[in-house]
């Protein structure tokens, strides 16, 4: 099976391969796993095809969590793969080592994951174990590396990002604020200030939604 195959089931459930890699001893990966692919929103169209699902309409809790296990859970059965996921109980999959471990996700100047495409953007909503080593793409060079004025580091209001550390106290705080509805509307501003999030195709309304779960008011 070839990793185009992958991305266009994928793609037909509302996701996108954001990335994967071979794993090897130290990974934490599945036993058996021979390559494991990382997913996440498909854009443009994720929020639509997601608020239609009977997992947001039921109004019960974690609706999201809700759908990817159940979308991602008969992806996996139709690829013969193992279904993993960021969320749930204890112990926590290294989902953030795995990222950087593709070679298209890269830490960030304010130490958030950035991707080649989502930008600042990006997050997962689970993973493929895949027992046959598939052909990937090359690993790339982070594109922070050639963004000269990195906007992210100085577009936070209340300089909650260092370069070193994330200053959630302050972003919580400001977010009470009256001037922090933009933020909440709309999305993180280093986040947004980001040039490849900048392009990509992510609906204010679904940051919105991130952000109220940030901010604890769902």
Same mark, same amino acid.
């Given at each position: 099976?070839?990793?185009?195959?992958?991305?266009?089931?994928?793609?037909?459930?509302g996701?996108?391969?954001?990335?994967?890699f071979?794993?090897?001893?130290?990974?934490?990966?599945?036993?058996?796993?021979?390559?494991?692919?990382?997913?996440?929103?498909?854009?443009?169209?994720?929020?639509?095809?997601?608020t239609?699902?009977?997992?947001?309409?039921?109004?019960?809790?974690? +609706?999201?969590? /809700? @759908?990817?296990? %159940?979308v991602?859970?008969?992806? #996996? !059965?139709?690829?013969?793969?193992?279904?993993?996921?960021?969320?749930?109980?204890?112990?926590?999959? +290294?989902?953030? /080592? @795995?990222?950087? %471990?593709?070679?298209?996700?890269? #830490? !960030?100047?304010?130490?958030?994951?950035?991707?080649?495409t989502?930008?600042?953007?990006?997050?997962?909503?689970?993973?493929?174990?895949?027992?046959?080593?598939?052909?990937?793409?090359?690993?790339?060079?982070?594109?922070?590396?050639?963004?000269?004025?990195?906007?992210?580091l100085?577009?936070?209001?209340?300089?909650?990002?260092?370069?070193?550390?994330?200053?959630?106290?302050?972003?919580?705080?400001?977010?009470?604020t009256?001037?922090?509805?933009?933020?909440?509307?709309?999305?993180?501003?280093?986040?947004?200030?980001?040039?490849?999030?900048?392009?990509?195709?992510?609906?204010?309304?679904?940051?919105?939604?991130?952000?109220?779960?940030?901010?604890?008011?769902?």
């Amino acid at each position: 099976m070839r990793v185009t195959q992958i991305e266009a089931e994928a793609e037909g459930s509302g996701l996108a391969v954001l990335g994967g890699f071979h794993p090897e001893p130290g990974d934490d990966a599945p036993d058996g796993c021979r390559t494991l692919l990382l997913l996440g929103p498909g854009e443009p169209g994720f929020w639509t095809r997601f608020t239609a699902s009977p997992e947001w309409q039921d109004g019960q809790s974690d +609706p999201m969590d /809700r @759908w990817s296990r %159940r979308v991602i859970d008969d992806l #996996a !059965s139709r690829l013969d793969a193992t279904a993993l996921y960021p969320f749930g109980p204890p112990p926590y999959l +290294p989902f953030f /080592r @795995w990222a950087k %471990r593709t070679g298209r996700i890269h #830490a !960030s100047p304010i130490r958030l994951l950035v991707h080649d495409t989502a930008g600042l953007f990006v997050s997962f909503r689970g993973a493929l174990a895949l027992v046959d080593r598939i052909d990937l793409p090359e690993a790339q060079v982070s594109p922070c590396v050639s963004c000269a004025s990195r906007p992210c580091l100085t577009a936070c209001p209340v300089a909650a990002f260092d370069g070193k550390s994330y200053d959630v106290p302050a972003c919580k705080a400001y977010l009470d604020t009256g001037a922090g509805e933009e933020c909440m509307t709309t999305g993180c501003r280093a986040r947004r200030a980001c040039p490849i999030s900048a392009t990509y195709l992510r609906l204010p309304r679904q940051s919105a939604y991130h952000m109220a779960i940030f901010k604890g008011r769902t």
